[in-house]
């Protein structure tokens, strides 16, 4: 059954968070698609994964690249699957895949201070209930660590 968490962001920004889970991922083996609300996002994104730490970077590409399907990590601004993704993490104001299915885990990191984006998290919420998914509810603690709340 697909894994669904949702990541309630207050008090910081989707730039700090998304490349640690990404990380994660990576770490883990997972393929990951990430999608966005807009070309402009998608772009800067990109840029922001490859100098996000001194030190790192995370290679992935975006659906314009013609070895899309051979990245670890490939942005998005459709539901579409170009590398073949176990994981998807969804962005800005996208909603749930049709397809959510064929994802071990989605992802949905939402910035609880933007109304729409708080609506389309409900949204999905209520809509990854209708259809039978395992959802989780994260938010950060006083010390920014992520706690499982629902």
């Known amino acids: ?5 949702f990541y309630h962001l207050q008090d910081t920004t989707l730039e700090k968070v998304l490349p640690p889970l990404l990380e994660k991922s990576v770490e883990r083996g997972w393929r990951v698609a990430v999608q966005t609300g807009s070309e402009e996002r998608a772009e800067a994104l990109d840029a922001h994964l490859w100098t996000y730490r001194e030190d790192s970077f995370l290679p992935h590409g ?3 690249d013609s070895d899309a399907m051979n990245q670890p990590i490939v942005l998005t601004m459709d539901d579409g699957n170009p590398n073949n993704a176990n994981v998807r993490f969804i962005v800005d104001t996208a909603g749930l895949p049709k397809d959510c299915a064929t994802y071990d885990r989605i992802v949905f990191v939402f910035n609880g201070d933007d109304d729409e984006a708080l609506g389309v998290a409900r949204a999905a919420w209520t809509d ?17 660590r992520w706690q499982k709340r629902a």
């Open 1 to 5: 059954m697909t894994e669904v968490l």
């Open 62 to 64: 975006t659906w314009r």
């Open 128 to 144: 990854g209930k209708s259809r039978g998914l395992d959802l989780t509810y994260w938010q950060t603690d006083e010390r920014g």
